[in-house]
């Protein structure tokens, strides 16, 4: 019965390993400051990022191979302590580019999905952080100030607008799968400390229980109701 019962266990230990999702993520950048660069995979769990795997960069190529704990994981690619791009692992065979002019995960539909988002996105802060020289190009063209104000203040409200609906409807579209919660992580982890802004209280009233259940939305909304709290008091 002994023996029965240590097969048995064997078994099973060796079925659940066979059955956990592992990495299979190959990656590339022509980068030449990378080279020799550490670079690791890490994801939100309970109150803190935890380190999936680790690659070093030799001669322009890395991989990451390590085993996964949940079927689908949104993750982050880190240099050191600095996030350079979002990755989703689902089980799939991933590629990566991480150049000056193009950092995309392919091979699956989650993360072409993810990155169509991030290009539309980036296209509207290009286009918001190009308004101060274009000021600075209509004075020197003799343009009168006020006119450059009024318009160029007209534009920016118009391409914020367009931001905030473009993220608003992605996570809304999303919100039952992994890319709702994480680009929700992506833009609050650009606010300057957690705060319920109208945008954010609308995403979290409307979510169902799976997305407020999350653990980075969990952890952002207490802090961010602590953070009103306290300045409600201040005042």
Do not use: W
Not at 30 to 44: D, H, N, V
Not at 52 to 73: C, E, M, N, W, Y
Not at 195 to 201: K, T
């Amino acid at each position: 019965m002994k023996h029965t019962r240590t097969l048995f266990l064997f078994l099973l230990g060796l079925l659940l390993a066979a059955c956990q999702q592992r990495l299979d993520v190959q990656g590339s950048t022509s980068i030449p400051q990378l080279e020799g660069k550490m670079l690791y995979l890490r994801a939100f769990a309970e109150s803190d990022l935890a380190t999936l795997d680790s690659a070093r960069i030799v001669h322009g190529k890395f991989r990451f191979s390590g085993p996964v704990p949940d079927s689908v994981v949104f993750a982050n690619l880190f240099l050191d302590d600095e996030s350079v791009m979002p990755i989703v692992l689902d089980g799939s065979a991933l590629t990566v580019t991480l150049d000056d002019s193009e950092r995309v995960v392919q091979g699956s539909v989650l993360n072409d999905t993810l990155f169509a988002f991030i290009r539309r996105k980036t296209a509207i802060d290009r286009a918001l952080a190009e308004l101060p020289r274009r000021e600075s190009q209509m004075i020197l063209n003799g343009l009168d100030h006020d006119e450059i104000l009024m318009q160029l203040n007209s534009e920016a409200a118009a391409l914020e607008a367009q931001n905030e609906t473009l993220v608003t409807r992605f996570i809304k579209d999303n919100i039952d799968n992994v890319l709702g919660t994480g680009v929700f992580m992506i833009v609050t982890s650009s606010f300057p400390f957690p705060v319920l802004n109208p945008q954010i209280e609308e995403i979290i009233t409307l979510a169902p229980e799976s997305f407020r259940n999350d653990a980075y939305v969990r952890e952002y909304v207490r802090r961010a109701k602590e953070n009103m709290e306290r300045m409600e008091n201040e005042e």
